[in-house]
């Protein structure tokens, strides 16, 4: 399971508690769910300061392709897509 | 068997209509995404033990709610997803998870300074008193009470990679590498410190077998997006 946060988010701060500082996927997620293994990915979307990020979107879909077939192993791929709309 | 506890459905009409009328920027990058794993429009929801929607829809869920000013809404905090039929859900039914259970070691407030560094390419034979050890050369102040990792097998290589949350950020946070000593490892790997958390990060250690591996795209910040 592979947690993306949306652009300009941040890849563990997303999914943290500010006040608790409990990682949903880190620190609840594996207790109830087994045989799974999760990852979370970030990339640098910044949309202001210096560090303002100049990739375009397929450029982050290629990095992201190319991360999964980097890390994956021979077990079976899906796709979960969620949106906050 | 993951196979069992999840199950996979058919996006909803919301979602369709949508990513159909609002060609924003995220669904353009959602649509990339499934497109290229030739997946698109497959499953949006994770249930547990299998449960239907309907079933789902009578237990507690919690709803995630689009926030007008655009700001991050916190992520679910210990509470929220206490109880035992607790599930979250989109607003458009997209996503939902099993149960949360008490934990009975939540902190009840803990330091807000804490911040989480991730630190890559721990050798696979080392333990917490390993990078415990390596850490304490960098910061001599360091304490075991500072000191609560996570260890995981890297998504890359043989290695392993740590989340630990520190307060004591001086020492770590503008070191990129750190060169162990061939005093505290024989080894003496090179250690990555980083707290951008970019490309993939391990966040549990699986057990038994894998049989099965999903994608999840959150895009949980749509107002700072440019609408089309």
């Given amino acids: ?85 | 068997m993951a196979k069992q506890i999840l199950s996979i459905e058919q996006p909803s009409h919301a979602l369709r209509k949508a990513m159909s009328q609002r060609r924003t920027r995220s669904a353009a990058f959602l649509d990339l995404v499934s497109t290229t794993l030739h997946i698109r429009g497959r499953s949006t929801r994770i249930s547990q033990g299998g449960t239907s929607a309907s079933a789902q829809s009578s237990s507690k869920q919690q709803v995630i709610d689009a926030n007008p000013k655009g700001k991050l809404k916190q992520p679910l905090d210990a509470s929220q997803l206490a109880g035992s039929s607790t599930s979250v859900t989109t607003r458009s039914g997209i996503l939902a998870v099993g149960t949360g259970e008490p934990r009975s070691d939540d902190p009840p407030n803990s330091n807000p300074r804490l911040k989480c560094f991730r630190i890559s390419g721990l050798p696979s034979s080392w333990g917490e008193n390993d990078l415990f050890d390596a850490l304490h050369a960098i910061d001599p102040c360091l304490t075991r009470q500072d000191y609560q990792p996570s260890l995981n097998p890297s998504c890359y290589s043989s290695t392993q990679t740590a989340l630990l949350n520190m307060d004591r950020t001086e020492h770590f946070q503008h070191r990129n590498h750190v060169q162990v000593s061939e005093s505290v490892s024989r080894s003496a790997p090179l250690l990555t410190i980083d707290s951008h958390f970019y490309n993939l990060t391990p966040l549990n250690v699986p057990e038994g077998e894998v049989v099965a591996e999903l994608v999840i795209v959150v895009v949980r910040a749509p107002d700072a997006i440019p609408r089309c």
């Fill in chain 1, 1 to 85: 399971m592979i947690a993306v946060t949306g652009l300009a988010g941040h890849a563990f701060g997303s999914w943290r508690n500010r006040e608790t500082h409990r990682m949903w996927l880190k620190d609840f997620l594996p207790h109830d769910v087994k045989n799974i293994r999760i990852m979370s990915y970030g990339y640098d979307s910044s949309l202001l300061g210096r560090s303002q990020a100049e990739n375009r979107l397929l450029d982050y879909q290629r990095l992201f392709i190319q991360d999964i077939e980097n890390a994956r192993s021979s077990v079976k791929v899906g796709v979960l897509v969620s949106t906050k709309s």
